[in-house]
C-alpha cells in the first residue's frame, strides 16, 4: 500500500469508484478518460510500479489479472470484435499512475501499435 497512490486510495475506498470486479489480488474500474468504448484497468491490489518489482512469490497475481481481463472482456462483450491489453512501463510508455495495472481496451477497431 502506499498512502498517495491513486489507485490504493480507490482500493481502500477514499476515493469513490465503481469496482467492476475483485478477488484477493486485483480489482477492476473503468478509466476516468477512456480511449475506446470499453477501457477498463485491472489493478493488483499490492503496490508496485514495476513489473521489476516484482517478486516471485507475486507472480500469481499477474496470472490473476489476465484471467480477470479475459473475464472482464467477456462481460463487456468485446471478445468476437477483439480488445488490446496494455501494461505502460516507465516514462517512454507514458505511463501516468505508478501502480502497475492492465489497461482493456475494446468496442472500437484501435489501429495499428505506436
Ligand atoms: P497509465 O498511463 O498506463 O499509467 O494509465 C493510467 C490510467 O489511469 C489513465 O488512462 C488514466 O485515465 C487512469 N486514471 C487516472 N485516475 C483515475 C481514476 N481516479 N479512476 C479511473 N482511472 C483513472
Given at each position: 500500500m502506499s498512502d498517495e497512490c491513486i489507485f490504493c486510495k480507490i482500493n481502500r475506498g477514499e476515493i469513490p469508484s465503481d469496482i467492476l470486479y475483485r478477488d484477493e489480488d486485483c480489482f477492476v474500474i473503468r478509466d476516468v478518460?477512456?480511449?475506446?468504448p470499453v477501457h477498463l484497468l485491472v489493478i493488483p491490489t499490492v503496490h508496485f510500479?514495476?513489473?521489476?518489482?516484482?517478486?516471485?512469490?507475486?507472480?500469481?497475481v499477474l496470472g490473476r489479472m489476465f484471467s480477470a481481463a479475459k473475464d472482464m472482456a467477456a462481460r463487456e462483450g468485446v471478445v468476437d470484435s477483439g480488445y488490446r491489453l496494455v501494461i505502460n512501463q516507465g516514462p517512454d510508455s507514458g505511463q501516468e499512475v505508478p501502480h502497475l495495472h492492465l489497461h482493456v481496451l475494446g468496442g472500437r477497431h484501435l489501429g495499428g501499435m505506436a
Open positions: 478518460a477512456p480511449r475506446a510500479t514495476y513489473l521489476s518489482g516484482l517478486s516471485e512469490e507475486f507472480q500469481p
